[in-house]
């Protein structure tokens, strides 16, 4: 589990912060958990499936860096994260990374069924509340530091039911594009070990990095 913030690449970052070195390591010692085949979940405005032949580059964000979802991807315009997996994608080592976007709207149900047709590698793509401090991008609100709190012991604990029953309209009021992800991941059920790498709000928005393994 990681956040997919465009600041996570270098060359998009604003200069030397060590907060954002701490948060760029994190996801990418997640990342480097994984094996080399990935299915990555994330959400978007509608439900896409972008395969692993497709490439993309940050030029949207304001630097042409390229990226691939695997070796010899075709150029193409991808969404934020897409192009964050691959950028993982070349961190780790991996072979190839699938992309799976959800629809923002979709219910906690549906999301769990999604997930339980998922297997292999999983990389879920989400951040928590943009409404962290006086300075966030969504404007502070006082609920999120009490939803993040409850998001992070959930996925430091690996507890399924506590992400399945997260308010889909809590999380669009306070920006956590995360939700639709965690619902997915929660659905694939087993027994897992739950791991919290990172979780801080350094820019307003809080990122939360963990890895879950079968026990």
């Not at 943009?130 to 409850?150: K, L, M, T, V, Y």
Request: charge should be negative; aromatic fraction near 6%.
């Amino acid at each position: 589990m990681v956040p997919h913030p465009p600041l996570l690449v270098p060359g998009l970052s604003p200069g030397p912060d060590p907060e954002l070195a701490t948060l760029r390591e994190a996801c990418v010692s997640a990342a480097g958990r994984l094996g080399p085949v990935w299915t990555a979940i994330g959400a978007d405005a509608q439900d896409q499936v972008i395969g692993p032949d497709a490439a993309g580059s940050f030029r949207g964000y304001g630097v042409d860096e390229q990226v691939a979802l695997s070796a010899g991807g075709t150029p193409r315009v991808l969404p934020l994260p897409a192009l964050i997996a691959g950028w993982l994608r070349e961190q780790a080592g991996a072979e190839s990374v699938e992309t799976r976007l959800v629809a923002r709207g979709t219910t906690a149900a549906e999301c769990a069924r999604l997930g339980s047709e998922l297997t292999g590698d999983l990389l879920i793509l989400g951040d928590g509340s943009n409404r962290h401090g006086p300075r966030s991008p969504g404007s502070e609100d006082e609920r999120a530091p009490a939803f993040d709190d409850a998001v992070a012991k959930a996925l430091a604990k690996a507890d399924t039911q506590a992400l399945l029953d997260i308010d889909p309209g809590l999380a669009d009021e306070l920006g956590a594009g995360g939700r639709v992800p965690w619902q997915v991941l929660a659905g694939t059920g087993g027994n897992w070990h739950g791991e919290l790498l990172y979780s801080a709000a350094p820019f307003g928005v809080m990122y939360h990095v963990a890895v879950w393994e079968f026990e």
